[in-house]
T-cell receptor
Framework: NAGVTQTPKFQVLKTGQSMTLQCAQD?????MYWYRQDPGMGLRLIYY???????DKGEVPNGYNVSRLNKREFSLRLESAAPSQTSVYFC????????????FGPGTRLTVT | GESVGLHLPTLSVQEGDNSIINCAYS??????FIWYKQESGKGPQFIID?????DKRQGQRVTVLLNKTVKHLSLQIAATQPGDSAVYFC?????????FGAGTTVTVRA
């Protein structure tokens, strides 16, 4: 069991470039999440997917889009990167949505110059 | 606005002592509360959670206490070990939504 995997681990983008962060889980979880973590702060929810085929906005969705490709995979896309999107991005999954027991991936460290 | 926060940003503990990490919350509608541990360069790791209708829950070497009267949450770690050095986050949950505090950095002294 790999748990939650994320690719890439590191990425540097120029302002205006686009990219997709990939996330996959092998725990047969229904719900998946994308968070960002900025220095000295807790995690903030960008988007979540309660189940396959559904996605909803979280606390900070502006500038991002998501796709729940299937039950295993949940991707996050930055269409036009901005320096304010420099952050560490974490994907997580859980059995359902009404639980705090989420399993996190190792993160993607993104720098936008 | 509503927020989850920790009382102290850092905590230094002697190896073998008990640690207590505190957290204040303000959303009285939260269904559950959670503690996560994050080691450097890694994603957060679930430690323990507690439902809003409970006031205490114990795990392996950890105990979470919930005081709804004063909206306070704490995590107690027994016999702190060097491997407990990390950033600890409390979070409150309402439905799907988790709101995280800023974290407390715990350093264990040998």
């Amino acid at each position: 069991n790999a748990g939650v995997t994320q690719t890439p681990k590191f990425q540097v983008l120029k302002t205006g470039q686009s990219m997709t962060l990939q996330c996959a889980q092998d725990m047969n979880h229904n719900s998946m999440y994308w968070y960002r973590q900025d220095p000295g702060m807790g995690l903030r929810l960008i988007y979540y997917s309660a189940s396959e085929g559904t996605t909803d906005k979280g606390e900070v969705p502006n500038g991002y889009n998501v796709s729940r490709l299937n039950k295993r995979e949940f991707s996050l896309r930055l269409e036009s990167a901005a320096p304010s999107q420099t952050s560490v991005y974490f994907c997580a999954s859980s059995v359902g949505t009404h639980t705090g027991e989420q399993y996190f991936g190792p993160g993607t460290r993104l720098t936008v110059t | 606005g509503e927020s989850v926060g920790l009382h102290l940003p850092t905590l230094s503990v002697q190896e073998g002592d008990n640690s207590i990490i505190n957290c204040a919350y303000s959303n009285s509608a939260s269904d559950y509360f959670i503690w996560y541990k994050q080691e450097s360069g890694k994603g957060p790791q679930f430690i323990i959670d507690i439902r809003s209708n409970m006031d205490k829950r114990q795990g392996q070497r950890v105990t979470v206490l919930l005081n709804k009267t004063v909206k306070h949450l704490s995590l107690q770690i027994a016999a702190t070990q060097p491997g407990d050095s990390a950033v600890y986050f409390c979070a409150e949950g309402e439905g799907y939504k988790l709101s995280f505090g800023a974290g407390t950095t715990v350093t264990v002294r040998a």
